[in-house]
């Protein structure tokens, strides 16, 4: 049984290729015989579901908890042993307690990470989907700028760049920003005149996730200047790191030699991560950013060709914010960057 809500899809979405939109709901995968899916939806929105899916018994459901007692019983799993996917911890677990009442001689397993092997390496179709948010979010980088003006708030700011993304024809789109520190968007800060502002961005196209990190500059600064273009180097030396058969440790060692007295700001942003149907995904660098986002594991301790990974250099400096990264996919002939650039 697969669990996913609009938070944390990716293990529902890979094997359905569904993913909610508001709200919740399960895949139910017999050893033997067809998938079943019981979302949390209006009986009138199954249609429409089945648009998005390939599996043909797509039911309706106000709550997947008892739902899913009854839908297990009819495939004839009231006694069975049930791995029970939920990476997220998105499955209310009212509705969770309610379900394993209603089968008291099932036999529960936590798998959370059963799937994290099979989507390290990217399809072909994965990458093609990577490719074109990251090129999306090129365009929103390059183009966005243009809003980026000496007191304008930052929310109007935001909501410029949120509009151009989904005229790009972005699905979704992440945005943190700000001079001194990285927040969502709030009225009551404005960037003004001879300071910077730095912006993290993820965009989201046909469920694939592309992420990048700029900053701004809106005078001329030579010191954040310079600790931008450090950023920037301290990515590009991140990145010659891609390479199949490589350590992911050897990224985050890259990045302490590059960023010296920086390198503990930039570990608290987080370094590197797998990207792909999850914005933070395996492999991570060490088990506490792992926790961070909520991963059930860590992941490989190797890279393999077509694993793809977001790459962040973050830090404070000079009492304002400085950001650069990018998204990459690793290939046999060194990193590649799925923004085109």
């Not at 009442?101 to 994965?126: G, I, N």
């Not at 969502?184 to 993290?200: E, I, M």
């Amino acid at each position: 049984m697969i669990y996913g809500d609009n938070y944390s899809f990716a293990d529902l979405c890979y094997l359905t290729n569904y993913f909610p939109k508001v709200r919740g709901g399960i895949a139910i995968v017999p050893r033997v015989g067809a998938l079943s899916l019981l979302l949390n939806i209006g009986s009138r929105d199954v249609p429409f579901a089945k648009t998005l899916t390939w599996v043909e018994d797509v039911r309706a459901s106000n709550n997947v908890g008892a739902d899913g007692a009854k839908l297990l019983k009819e495939k004839g799993l009231e006694t069975a042993q049930v791995g029970l996917m939920d990476s997220g911890n998105g499955f209310p677990l009212p509705q969770l307690e309610e379900m394993k009442a209603a089968l008291p001689s099932v036999s529960w397993r936590r798998c959370d990470a059963l799937m994290v092997s099979q989507r390290l390496v990217k399809t072909a179709l994965e990458l093609g989907a990577m490719r074109a948010a990251g090129r999306l979010l090129n365009t929103v980088c390059n183009e966005g700028e243009r809003f980026i003006k000496p007191g304008r708030k930052e929310y109007e700011i935001v909501a410029d760049i949120d509009r151009l993304a989904r005229d790009q024809g972005a699905e979704d789109i992440r945005i943190l920003a700000g001079e001194t520190r990285l927040n969502p968007p709030s009225f009551r800060r404005s960037t003004a005149l001879g300071d910077h502002w730095a912006v993290y961005l993820a965009v989201q196209h046909e469920r694939c996730w592309s992420e990048a990190g700029r900053t701004f500059t809106l005078g001329k600064d030579a010191k954040l200047q310079s600790a931008y273009d450090q950023a920037q180097k301290a990515v590009a030396q991140m990145a010659s790191e891609l390479k199949p058969g490589a350590a992911v440790a050897a990224i985050g060692e890259r990045a302490r030699g590059e960023l010296g007295e920086l390198y503990s700001g930039a570990a608290m942003y987080g370094l590197a991560n797998g990207i792909g149907l999850n914005q933070w995904e395996a492999p991570f660098l060490n088990e506490s950013d792992a926790q961070e986002v909520g991963s059930p594991t860590v992941g490989p301790t190797i890279l393999a060709e077509h694993m793809t990974l977001a790459l962040r250099a973050g830090f404070q400096t000079e009492g304002r914010m400085i950001l650069f990264g990018d998204s990459f996919e690793v290939t046999a002939d060194g990193p590649k960057s799925l923004l085109g650039r």
